[in-house]
């Protein structure tokens, strides 16, 4: 069996044309702001993307670019201001930031009602316990993935390993809302081959190259790979090992070109949501 393919690149692009097209008859522009500190090499590349990912689905969107050395008073009063912006409707603070500000009590500056990124604990506590808000946009991004791939999640043994607040926990959250059975795996945990072994959905966000081999796939199983790993030869490469699970696996995401294309798609999708959400037009999800 080879393993179809999760094409995160076709189907964000599906979505941005989709968002485009519900932005064009809007009759206002929702408006982004990235906020990028420095010039950490990943943070100009991501945040370059996200802009002009926006601007072509019609979003007022413009990136803020403060020196490296920038205090964290500095940037929290950039943030306030962001907030009582009226034109603003989504905030995003690109991580990580310089060693001297505290990434937490930035994220927690940001408005909850303009925190595209889903960080702010309100966000985090109100998914959490099942109630809507903004989320995370790379486990959002999986979930329109399992949905393309007609995935039936209700009882789904759902695996994720890796449990940080930006994807492992919301990833979590997202499939239990989902109604799946999920088991969440982290460095302390025991049998994780075993455990990925039983896995229906395995979703792998942990940032160690290929250490999910291809023997602890179930044959038949959705394997959604968020690492994202360079290589000493430049190349990226997720944290499954790609051809020996795909041989087993019923669709798989490739690394680059599954998840990433995904969530700048849903930072997009946020900030629409944001925006109709600031105007009383809907309610969160
Ligand atoms: P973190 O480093 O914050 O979290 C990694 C998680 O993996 C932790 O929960 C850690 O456990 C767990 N872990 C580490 N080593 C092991 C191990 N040997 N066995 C089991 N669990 C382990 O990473 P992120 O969640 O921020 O990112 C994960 C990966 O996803 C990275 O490669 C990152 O680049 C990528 N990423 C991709 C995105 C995309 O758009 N495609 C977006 C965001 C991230 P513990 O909590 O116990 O320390």
Redesign the pocket.
């Known amino acids: 069996m080879t393993a179809r393919l999760l094409d995160g690149k076709a189907i964000g692009a599906g979505l941005r044309a989709a968002l485009g097209a519900r932005v064009a008859g809007l009759g206002f522009r929702p408006g982004l702001r990235v906020v990028r500190v420095g010039d950490d090499l990943a943070s100009v590349v991501y945040v370059r993307s996200k802009d002009r990912a926006a601007k072509e689905a019609g979003f007022d969107s413009e990136t803020i670019l403060l020196p490296d050395d920038v205090p964290e008073s500095g940037l929290l009063d950039v943030v306030r201001r962001l907030n009582a912006d009226p034109a603003v409707d989504g905030i995003l603070v690109q991580l990580p930031l310089p060693k001297h500000i505290d990434p937490q009590r930035v994220l927690e500056a940001v408005d909850p009602a303009k925190d595209v990124d889903g960080f702010h604990p309100v966000n985090a506590g109100r998914l959490a316990a099942g109630l809507p808000g903004l989320v995370p946009?790379?486990p959002k991004?999986v979930m329109h993935l399992l949905a393309e791939a007609g995935v039936a999640l209700p009882g789904a043994r759902a695996v994720v390993?890796?449990?940080?607040?930006?994807?492992?926990r919301p990833m979590a959250a997202l499939l239990l809302a989902a109604d799946a059975t999920v088991t969440m795996?982290?460095?302390?945990?025991r049998d994780?081959a075993e455990e990925c072994r039983r896995a229906e959905v395995l979703v792998a966000?942990?940032?160690?190259e290929g250490?999910v081999n291809g023997d602890w796939i179930a044959p038949g199983a959705v394997v959604v790979d968020?690492?994202?790993?360079r290589r000493a030869d430049g190349k990226l490469a997720?944290?499954v090992e790609f051809e020996a699970a795909r041989a087993r696996a019923g669709w798989i995401t490739p690394?680059p070109g599954?998840?990433?294309p995904?969530?700048?798609a849903c930072l997009l999708e946020n900030t629409l949501e944001a925006a109709l959400a600031r105007r009383g037009a809907i309610a969160l999800q």
């Open positions: 946009c790379t991004g390993l890796g449990r940080s607040a930006i994807v492992g795996l982290h460095s302390r945990s994780i966000a942990v940032g160690r250490m968020v690492g994202i790993n997720g944290d690394v599954g998840v990433g995904m969530t700048i």
